[in-house]
């Protein structure tokens, strides 16, 4: 039989890959040989950009690192592709060939008057998936806001592309939508259908979206504008591209572990997105999902509708002021005296998101130790991960991708809060780049095996008590 590694040098890249990757908070570059190996990767931290109509992704920055970055691989060797991914709540309008306005960052409040008259006026979530949530994180009330601050928006040629489409665009030139991004809680999208909603025909939004492709099309050739920047070759395939969450359920659908059964990814980072892939077959199951806490469905490479909940947990850790200093064997002996000691954290600390949205963050019996402290803050995310599960019915089979997943205090938590379910990493593993190069080749496994995490010994079970009993008494006051 062959092993992992025979298997996967069966599939072979086109040539050298670059991975575009715009997050929220980070904006990654990667570049990988014809195995699917990654040689280089570049990060740039993305910070909101101050306009006259508000708070704005910097796109002009992004463009400036891009360029220098992609210069700087050019003269690494000859590159094959381009896929480019992005994070999901986020559009651009172009026009004339430039950005029309500023890209709107999710995070901007809208008045909340004309939140009022936009949610008044969105289609039901049992049709669209798509959760009323705060500020711009509906694409729709971004747009909403977009007409009422621009009345010329939609002149001419406007059209309107998401995020990982506008980069696909600025790179070869051809504007293009994809299901992914449509699909990601943007009120445009009516998944059981395949079609654009009720909303985003009668607003005229459906007809200003730019064509719609398959995320694995490659779209064009890049640009000679690109070219003269970056000294990468003219046969440069540029891709179409896709949501980066909906990446990562591609790339671990690769392992032979989760593949055609089911199974659960969550991706980790500024948001922990849970996503239930079917087995083989099996009907998604939607109907129980509760739209008040932020479940939502995604919409995978295939148009199918993806049961998921989704929190904000990186950025929770951050208003925390991080993970601090202590080492994860430090924080893993730990784990008794916390314990012992009931030290936790109660949600949420990212109002408005989550799976408990009105609630009022605040530690019990705060630690005053690092470890401890580091220790408490693992056991939330695990909670919180816990609960999310939970709402999509997540069974058999659970996936943990991305930064957190190198946290074993927070997986082996999150094993012994669900002792009836195989939790597992991948090892050395990059999730959304690793999809994204399933686009050009999807037989290509992910690099590594997956390992299954034993539980966390001590009463976990106990503690989850305790934390959600805190809880009530917090939302009851």
């Not at 092993?3 to 575009?20: Q, T």
């Not at 008259?117 to 747009?143: E, K």
């Not at 000691?341 to 408990?356: D, E, K, N, S, Y």
Request: proline letters at 8%; aromatic letters at 6%; a negative charge.
């Amino acid at each position: 039989m062959l092993d992992h590694e025979e298997s996967r040098n069966k599939h072979m890249l086109p040539g050298r890959v670059i991975v575009l990757d715009i997050g929220k908070t980070l904006a990654k570059l990667s570049l990988w040989d014809r195995q699917g190996r990654m040689l280089e990767q570049r990060v740039c931290a993305n910070r909101p950009l101050a306009t006259p109509s508000g708070r704005a992704l910097d796109a002009a920055a992004i463009e400036d690192w891009l360029a220098l970055t992609l210069a700087e691989f050019a003269r690494l060797g000859p590159v094959a592709a381009i896929v480019p991914v992005a994070h999901g709540a986020a559009g651009a309008v172009i026009r004339q060939g430039h950005l029309a306005c500023p890209v709107p960052d999710y995070e901007e409040p809208l008045p909340l008057p004309l939140l009022a008259a936009y949610r008044a006026s969105r289609d039901p979530f049992a049709l669209t998936g798509s959760p009323a949530l705060p500020n711009g994180l509906n694409l729709g009330a971004q747009l909403h806001r977009l007409e009422t601050l621009r009345p010329d928006l939609w002149s001419g040629d406007a059209q309107l592309l998401p995020w990982p489409q506008y980069w696909a665009w600025r790179l070869c030139g051809v504007a293009a939508c994809e299901v992914t991004s449509l699909g990601c809680h943007s009120d445009l999208w009516q998944p059981a259908l395949h079609a654009y909603s009720t909303l985003a025909r009668s607003r005229g939004w459906a007809g200003r979206l730019a064509p719609r492709r398959r995320a694995d099309e490659v779209l064009g050739r890049l640009s000679a504008e690109w070219i003269e920047r970056t000294g990468l070759a003219a046969e440069v395939r540029v891709y179409c591209g896709l949501h980066d969450s909906n990446a990562a359920l591609l790339a671990a659908r690769g392992f032979a572990e989760i593949g055609a059964h089911e199974a659960t990814v969550l991706s980790t980072g500024t948001w922990f997105v849970a996503m239930r892939s079917p087995a083989l077959g099996a009907e998604p199951e939607l109907a129980a999902l509760p739209e008040a806490r932020d479940c939502l469905v995604n919409v995978d490479v295939h148009g199918m509708p993806i049961p998921s909940a989704r929190f904000m947990g990186g950025r929770e850790i951050e208003a925390l002021g991080g993970l601090g200093t202590a080492d994860e064997a430090a924080a893993l002996s730990t784990v008794p005296a916390v314990l012992d000691a009931g030290a936790m954290v109660l949600p949420g600390w990212a109002p408005g998101v989550g799976q408990f949205p009105h609630a009022r963050g605040r530690w019990i019996a705060e630690p005053t130790d690092p470890a401890q402290r580091r220790a408490a803050l693992c056991l939330y995310l695990a909670l919180m991960a816990d609960v999310a599960l939970g709402l999509i019915g997540a069974r058999e089979r659970i996936f943990i991708e991305g930064r957190f997943a190198e946290s074993a205090l927070f997986v082996q938590a999150l094993a012994a809060l669900r002792p009836d379910t195989a939790v597992y990493t991948g090892g050395v593993y990059e999730g959304v780049p690793c999809g994204a190069l399933r686009l050009i080749d999807p037989g290509l496994s992910p690099p590594g095996t997956l390992r299954r995490a034993a539980p966390l010994p001590g009463d976990l079970a106990g503690y989850r008590t305790g934390w959600l009993r805190h809880i009530g008494e917090e939302e009851g006051s």
